[in-house]
C-alpha cells in the first residue's frame, strides 16, 4: 500500500516568490495534517483536516499561507510571498478519523530553501 | 515554556550500552503520550506508546509518570541502527498531537 507522497521533495526559490506543496494522503485516511519543521526542532502544526474542513488552523499563518482539501484527499499548502525564515522542511501526515493510537503517517517532506 | 521539553543532546553512547531519555510536558490534561524516531533527513515514525503501567517492546521501554508529568525512553543494548532523533509527542485533545523538540541520539562502534 502506498504511503504519504509528497510533491516537491526540493523546492529552491528566491524570497517574495509564491511556492506551492501537494499532497496525497494514505487511502482512506479522512485526517491529514500539514507540519513545519525546522532544523534542531520537532514538527509544528500548522493545519489539520478532517475530510475537507479544516478543523485546526490556529498555528497557520494566514497572512502568507493558505491550503485546501477541497474533494477531501489531496492537499494542497500555498506561502505566498514566501520570506527567508521560510526555509524549513513542510511534511504531510495522515490518520484514520477516530483512531487512538497517536500514529501519524507522515511523507518524506518537501524542503524549501528560501534564498 | 514549551508544552513538551525534551534535553536535544546528542547523547553519544558505545555499542552495547543502555541510555535513556525524559520528557516532560506542562499541560496535566494530555491524554496519551508516544515515542517516534525520525531518522536523518526521514520522516518521523511511531516507535511506541506510553502506558500509565510502562511498557515494553524489545530492547525499548516507555514509562509515564503523570504525577510529576515526565515520560521515558530506555533503550538497552544499543545498536549503529538505534543512532536517530527521538521524539516525544503528547496528544492532547482529539487528534491534536504536539512534538517534542527531539533527542538526538548517536551509537559508536
Known amino acids: 500500500e502506498a504511503g504519504v507522497v509528497q510533491s516537491p521533495r526540493y523546492k529552491i526559490i528566491e524570497k517574495k516568490q509564491p511556492v506551492a506543496f501537494w499532497c496525497n494522503p494514505i487511502s482512506g485516511h479522512n485526517t491529514l495534517y500539514w507540519y513545519l519543521q525546522n532544523l534542531g526542532q520537532g514538527p509544528e502544526l500548522l493545519i489539520r483536516?478532517?475530510?475537507?474542513?479544516?478543523?485546526?488552523d490556529s498555528q497557520l499563518p494566514k497572512d502568507r499561507f493558505s491550503a485546501e482539501r477541497l474533494k477531501g484527499v489531496d492537499s494542497t499548502l500555498k506561502i505566498q510571498p514566501a520570506e527567508l525564515g521560510d526555509s524549513a522542511v513542510y511534511l504531510c501526515?495522515?490518520?484514520?478519523?477516530?483512531?487512538?493510537?497517536?500514529?501519524?503517517?507522515f511523507g518524506e517532506g518537501s524542503r524549501l530553501t528560501v534564498l | 515554556r514549551k508544552e513538551v521539553e525534551q534535553d536535544p543532546g546528542p547523547f553519544n553512547v558505545p555499542e552495547g550500552a543502555t541510555v535513556a531519555f525524559n520528557c516532560t510536558y506542562s499541560n496535566s490534561a494530555s491524554q496519551s503520550f508516544f515515542w517516534y524516531r525520525q531518522d536523518c533527513r526521514k520522516e518521523p515514525k511511531l516507535l511506541m506508546s506510553v502506558y500509565s503501567s510502562g511498557n515494553e517492546d524489545g530492547r525499548f521501554t516507555a514509562q509515564l509518570n503523570r504525577a510529576s508529568q515526565y515520560i521515558s525512553l530506555l533503550i538497552r543494548d544499543s545498536k549503529l541502527s538505534d543512532s536517530a532523533t527521538y521524539l516525544c509527542?503528547?496528544?492532547?485533545?482529539?487528534?491534536?498531537?504536539?512534538f517534542g523538540t527531539g533527542t538526538r541520539l548517536l551509537v559508536s562502534p
Open positions: 483536516y478532517e475530510n475537507e474542513e479544516a478543523v485546526d
Open positions: 501526515a495522515s490518520s484514520e478519523s477516530g483512531s487512538n493510537t497517536g500514529e501519524l503517517f
Open positions: 509527542v503528547v496528544k492532547k485533545g482529539f487528534q491534536k498531537l504536539v
